[in-house]
């Protein structure tokens, strides 16, 4: 468990100092992350729901997993909005992300909340939970994209 735990940190440390050389990355290469992390969010959110509304059969170990993946991908989406990445190639995101940053990331942090609460109730399995948690991470995306995304 040590040398595990001394591989880690080792492994942590060359990737800081690795990151903190590399160039910047190009508004465009920001974009195309920032639209795969979405893809990954819808990937697993989407089942989820049919989970919640009952139109797939309930799976608690499936749901646990996606909930998991949505979390990460939440937490992801910090980077993913980089100043400069409004423009570079074709987007949704509205120019109000840029214009008014601190109600974006009031948002955006509602969206990691709300999607970690999501991944603890499905950790729990309590179904009332979860479908009360998941509601509240839907809510909290509709919030984001009334008012930053071009639909």
């Known amino acids: ?3 595990t735990l001394s ?3 080792a492994l942590s440390l060359v990737g800081a100092t690795a990151a903190a050389q590399a160039p910047a ?3 465009e290469q920001v974009i195309g992350y920032r639209q795969s992390l979405f893809k990954t969010v819808a990937w697993n959110f989407v089942p989820m729901g049919a989970m919640v509304k ?3 059969p309930w799976d608690g170990v499936e749901f ?5 993946a949505v979390a990460f991908a939440a937490v992801q989406l910090e980077e993913a909005f980089t100043a400069g990445s409004d423009k570079g190639a074709v987007t949704d995101a509205l120019p109000e992300i840029w214009q ?3 109600d974006f990331t009031t948002k955006l942090k509602a969206f990691q909340r709300t999607s970690n609460a999501l991944r603890l109730a499905a950790a729990g399995g309590d179904q009332d939970r979860i479908k009360a948690a998941f509601g509240e ?3 909290a995306c509709s919030n984001c994209h009334d008012k930053f995304r071009a639909e």
């Open 137 to 139: 991470v839907r809510q």
């Open 54 to 56: 009952g139109s797939k």
């Open 25 to 27: 990355p190009k508004p």
């Open 100 to 102: 008014q940053p601190q």
């Open 64 to 68: 646990k997993r996606r909930s998991i």
């Open 1 to 3: 468990m040590r040398k």
């Open 7 to 9: 591989f880690l940190v």
